[in-house]
């Protein structure tokens, strides 16, 4: 069948569903012409009441326009049904769910809904589950509001057992309330009335409640009696708190009593006292409740010394024994004690005094209750110990014992007590073996000390000291004798070693031995010995060189025999090893003074140097360079450091 879908004022091509409230009215809502409209039957709100099972019912439809031609709107005879799936608010249920329809006409379809206890208002509307070929247009939207019912609240008193209640043990009345429909609830305290005179009496709790909805409760009420049958308490504390270790107090004692009372507290109590002096005292306090009961404390065995007792001193020796008022030997210092009521448990400072030159001793008495009393005695100077002295000297001992400088015997005293009043002068020593030096010392009492300096020995002489042999005050280089020897003697200390020489030298020169010899004492005797080195004697060079400032002129290239001779006095040298150095150096021509160049060669070992025995002379062969017009001065050293020079010039 062709279908042709026609829409008046809608947005989509859909079928419209409407559902109608059955409350007491008919409620009919048309349909806009087209094709197939879902409406329903409601036109207010549909009213549930929660949790009773009580059935709201609606209609629903589809309506047929026959806009489009068809005259049976959309669902034809052997289409499939129109089926709604019926949405509903939390807690509502819809019956019939799922909804079928199978035409279009002005007959509602009636839907029943109920509200569970959880109910809650809302809006329930359709969905399609399925539906034949064609547009619906669904406009179903059913209102319900939930209501619940209200039933009376209960109340009642709690807390309350009794009707009679010992003080301090009363009851906390408080209210309950019961109502199936506030929640939450606010519960109310209960209303207390009645009067108490220090906590005695009868109260009266009431309570009440009216519900949200306005429904009130059957008030309700407790009464209850309190009472007091329990006695007060007493207690005392002492001031001071406590007697000392023998049961006595020193001062006044205060008595102070402390009332307490459970119930309905306490009207009277004590009275307090102060008690003087007295032994094994007694005192009773009381205590009164409000209620009649008494309870009583006896404070007893109190033992009160508050006067101090008596002291004396005695000195034993009366008086000072040594010199300037003082005492050479111990003071003993005694204390006599006595008290009449307490009587005395201590009698302290008996003391023997030494050694002090303000000396002084303090006693104390103390009765049993603690009261104590003193004496004294002072200024006493005791001196029972020697002065000190200790000998010393001056300089230090040296290592060897022996001294050899004067030296100062000294002796320092001290007394810490008394002082010194005399000790003995600085001794000085001179040469000698073993002396001693005795010293005293004595103090302002009179007691002496005495210390001993020995064992010094002194030694101020010098050694005797002097060179064995002649050793001669000249020697030629080369030719001087070994260092000779000495003897030293010491009459008093003695050497600490023979005597030593140290010095001379064998280079050319002045020289010196020195004979040195130290006794034990560390006195340092020393002679000394002085001599000459005389430097050999250089003869040449000779012929064909002549000295004395001549130019010899020469052929490059040629050699020239250097010929000379060495003396050591009248001694002619002949060994090699005399001579230790040739050197050619070049020079400035003019006035041939000026070295340019040096050239050394070694003659030691070489084959160039020669002793000539027949000729009875050095000979060395120089090779001269091949450079002419230059100038050369040619040096001989010999070991002695003596030399000899000639000027060449080649040509």
Known sequence: MQRTLTRTGMAGAFAALTVASVLGASLVAYADNIQGTITDSVSGALVLEAGTGKAGAGGIRVIGTGGDGDPMCNIDSGDPPLVLDIVTPQGITASPDPLTLTECDNTFTPVYFTASSTAVSGVVTVTIQSAPAGGFDNQVKIPITVTYPNTAPKVSVEGVTSDLYEIGSEPTPTCSVIDAEDDPITIPSPVMTGTLTNGLGTLTATCDYTDKGGLKATTASATYRIVDTGKPTISHVLSPADPNANGWFKTPVGIDFTCADGGSGFQSCGPDTTLGDGADQTYTGTAVDWAGNTATDVVSG??????????????????????????????????????????????????????????????????????????????????????????????????????????????????????????????????????????????????????????????????????????????????????????????????????????????????????????????????????????????????????????????????????????????????????????????????????????????????????????????????????????????????????????????
């Open 302 to 651: 109190i033992n009160i010394d508050s006067v101090a007792p008596g002291i004396s001193a005695t000195l034993n020796p009366a008086a000072p024994d040594g010199s300037n008022g003082w005492y050479r030997t111990a003071v003993q210092v005694g204390f006599e004690c006595a008290d009449a009521l307490s009587k005395i448990d201590t009698c302290l400072g008996s003391t023997t005094i030494t050694d002090t030159s303000a000396g002084s001793a303090t006693g104390t008495a103390t009765d049993r209750a603690g009261n104590t009393a003193t004496t004294s005695v002072s200024g006493l100077k005791v001196d029972t110990v020697a002065p000190t002295i200790e000998g010393s000297y001056a300089p230090a001992k040296p290592e060897s014992g022996w001294f050899k400088t004067p030296v100062t015997v000294h002796f320092e005293c001290d007394d810490e007590t008394s002082k010194i009043a005399g000790c003995t002068d600085d001794t000085v020593l001179g040469e000698g073996e073993d002396q001693s030096v005795s010293g005293t010392a004595t103090d302002v009492a009179g007691n002496t000390g005495n210390d001993t300096v020995s064992d010094i020995d002194v030694d101020l002489t010098k050694p005797t000291l002097a060179f064995v042999g002649d050793f001669g005050s000249k020697h030629y280089f080369g030719a001087v004798p070994s260092a000779p020897n000495c003897i030293a003697e010491d009459a008093l200390s003695g050497l600490v070693t023979p005597c030593k020489v140290t010095g001379g030298g064998t280079e050319v020169g002045t020289h010196k031995f020195t004979a040195t010899a130290i006794d034990r004492a560390g006195n340092v005797a020393t002679t000394s010995l002085t001599y000459e080195v005389l430097a050999w004697n250089v003869k040449g060079f000779t012929s064909p060189v002549d000295m004395a400032g001549v130019l010899n002129t020469v052929k490059g290239g040629s050699t020239v025999p250097m010929k000379f001779e060495i003396f050591a006095g009248t001694t002619e040298l002949t060994s090699l090893s005399e001579v230790t150095k040739f050197a050619a150096a070049e020079v400035t021509c003019v006035g041939s003074d000026v070295i340019t160049d040096e050239i050394e060669f070694t003659v030691t070992g070489g084959t160039q140097l020669r002793y000539d025995a027949t000729a009875g002379q050095y000979i060395q062969n120089w090779a001269t360079p091949k450079k002419p017009g230059s100038c050369y001065r040619v040096t001989m050293t010999a070991r002695d450091g003596s030399s000899i020079a000639a000027i060449f010039k080649l040509k």
